[in-house]
T-cell receptor, first 115, second 121 residues
Framework: NAGVTQTPKFQVLKTGQSMTLQCAQD?????MYWYRQDPGMGLRLIYY???????DKGEVPNGYNVSRLNKREFSLRLESAAPSQTSVYFC??????????????FGAGSRLTVL | AQKVTQAQTEISVVEKEDVTLDCVYE???????LFWYKQPPSGELVFLIR????DEQNEISGRYSWNFQKSTSSFNFTITASQVVDSAVYFC??????????????????WGLGTSLAVNP
């Protein structure tokens, strides 16, 4: 079982370039999330998708867009990358909708550097 | 406001020592969940335990144990006889229970900043 798969694992961009982080889960989970992890800031929620066809903003959505392509896939797009978006990005999923009891299954992370 | 504080930024121990990672939380809700996640050097976060606010029983899983005390708003994590493989960053997190009328605030976990544990041989 692959769980949550993120690609790419590493990416270096120049300021202003665009890119898409891909995430796919094979656990038939309904809800998917994108987080970013920064030193001293912990994990912050960028966007989430409660179910196929819906997406909502999290704490730090500015500069990002998302697409819930189908139940399995949830992509994160940076339209015009900025150095402030240098971070490690994590995709996660859960099968319990928006319950506070959610246990998240995380991908391995994508390390993005914007020069 | 909800808040999770992990006061210990870094801890270093020698193998076989016991170590306790502290987690203190703030919430006004009476129903909530607490979590611990582990982030090993490989990077992915792995779920360790979930506890709901009505269950104050301590839990033991092998060398891991958790002490939940509502009176002090703490949910501490102890590793007994630590091993090098326990080296990781450990995160404590808080989630208030889902509420249909306040779904916006309940859709996220409140994370602590993590405690980096180094277990040296």
């Amino acid at each position: 079982n692959a769980g949550v798969t993120q690609t790419p694992k590493f990416q270096v961009l120049k300021t202003g370039q665009s890119m898409t982080l891909q995430c796919a889960q094979d656990m038939n989970h309904n809800s998917m999330y994108w987080y970013r992890q920064d030193p001293g800031m912990g994990l912050r929620l960028i966007y989430y998708s409660a179910s196929e066809g819906t997406t909502d903003k999290g704490e730090v959505p500015n500069g990002y867009n998302v697409s819930r392509l189908n139940k399995r896939e949830f992509s994160l797009r940076l339209e015009s990358a900025a150095p402030s978006q240098t971070s490690v990005y994590f995709c996660a999923s859960t099968d319990r909708g928006l319950s506070g009891a959610n246990v998240l299954t995380f991908g391995a992370g994508s390390r993005l550097t914007v020069l | 406001a909800q808040k999770v504080t992990q006061a210990q930024t870094e801890i270093s121990v020698v193998e076989k020592e016991d170590v306790t990672l502290d987690c203190v939380y703030e919430t006004r809700d009476t129903t909530y969940y607490l979590f611990w996640y582990k982030q090993p050097p490989s990077g992915e976060l792995v779920f360790l335990i979930r506890r709901n606010s009505f269950d104050e029983q301590n839990e033991i899983s092998g060398r891991y144990s958790w002490n939940f005390q509502k009176s002090t708003s703490s949910f501490n994590f102890t590793i007994t006889a630590s091993q090098v493989v326990d080296s990781a960053v450990y995160f404590c997190a808080l989630s208030e229970a889902y509420s249909h009328f306040n779904a916006g605030n309940n859709r996220k976990l409140i994370w602590g900043l993590g405690t980096s544990l180094a277990v040296n041989p």
